[in-house]
């Protein structure tokens, strides 16, 4: 697997703690002994680190690691530093990296396969200690009154809580009656409900979401392509904008119309599945326009809200999958109870 045939968004980070960064510089940064520069490619199903491998002797080879998305366990980010949690044995296994800017590293976190993540926005100060003016025979005097009425009060505390708890022990208990409570109910995880379907129902979803998933994979591949293209220097700003108004805006916009002139039946599984379709279409539509106009008038904030769109739109299109999972599911369940005698 490389970042090239993933078409993956790259990100240089460092994994060695910056200078001036206020902690021990002896302080472990990641159990996987990565220091110095590294490339950050994130993908789909995992995250792909390429680095450098300190070895115990002091050696340095380079190393590549393919992190699968189920084994991130939470996401912290505090300003431009990332610390990524893995769910490995005892779980003791994270890495840590720096960006050197606060809105990059937002940007990653928002990009990375979890949704469990922590962030600050400004990297907490430590607090400067300041010298102490030597005391005076006044503050020192003021100071032992000070313990010294401390003291009292912690004892006079110590025997009222004495005294209070022979008085209960020898005082007969009193049984209040019982108080009814109203507690509110909790409230039930959203989850999209999922018709019941036959199995020719289930099929005809099937190839609803098989036949516009083929498209909509291959739309996402030219955006990737033409994503590291501008990375790398082989395709100009001007050239990449003119690519996604000319070419990859209209056919996603196509893609919507095709799917808004289809109607299946309201209420059945593949209407369901035809409207997470749709939303696919329509949110990778605004991202690109918004990724677009960003680049066009050096907005940062309208090219990371494209991401966000993005995102929004490959969710989606998880959604019509799960879908489809969760009918087959439900109609398999209920073909084996029907079975049992």
């Excluded at 501008?230 to 100009?236: A, H, I, T, V």
């Amino acid at each position: 697997m490389t970042p090239q045939g993933a078409g993956a968004p790259q990100f240089a980070v460092q994994f060695s703690r910056p200078r001036a960064v206020s902690a021990r510089p002896d302080s472990r940064t990641n159990t996987f002994r990565w220091t110095g520069p590294g490339t950050i490619h994130i993908l789909e199903r995992g995250l792909l680190v390429m680095t450098r491998r300190r070895s115990p002797l002091g050696f340095r080879t380079a190393d590549e690691r393919f992190i699968p998305a189920s084994e991130i366990c939470e996401v912290f980010r505090d300003g431009d530093s990332v610390r990524v949690d893995l769910r490995a044995a005892r779980n003791t296994a994270f890495f840590q990296f720096w960006t050197g800017n606060p809105a990059i590293a937002g940007t990653i976190v928002r990009l990375l396969p979890t949704t469990r993540t922590i962030e600050y926005e400004v990297a907490p100060t430590e607090p400067v200690a300041t010298p102490r003016p030597p005391l005076t025979l006044h503050r020192r005097r003021a100071r032992r009154r000070l313990v010294q009425v401390a003291l009292a009060v912690g004892l006079l505390t110590v025997a009222a809580l004495l005294v209070t708890d022979i008085v209960m022990r020898q005082t007969p208990r009193i049984v209040p009656e019982s108080v009814k409570v109203d507690v509110p109910e909790a409230k039930p995880v959203v989850v999209t409900p999922v018709p019941r379907a036959t199995p020719a129902d289930i099929s005809s979803a099937l190839a609803e979401v098989r036949q516009f998933d083929d498209r909509m994979d291959g739309l996402r591949a030219q955006y990737r392509t033409a994503s590291l293209a501008l990375q790398s220097g082989k395709l100009s700003r001007d050239e990449f904008i003119d690519g996604i108004n000319k070419w990859l805006i209209p056919q996603w916009q196509a893609l919507d119309s095709e799917l808004a002139a289809t109607r299946p039946t309201p209420g059945s599984l593949t209407a369901l599945v035809h409207g997470r379709l749709i939303n696919t279409a329509i949110f990778w539509d605004r991202g690109l326009q918004s990724y677009a106009e960003g680049l066009k008038n050096n907005n940062f904030n309208a090219v990371i809200a494209a991401f966000d769109w993005m995102s929004n739109g490959n969710e989606s299109r998880r959604e019509a999958w799960r879908i489809v999972e969760r009918a087959e599911f439900e109609s398999t369940a209920t073909s084996t109870t029907a079975r049992k005698p």
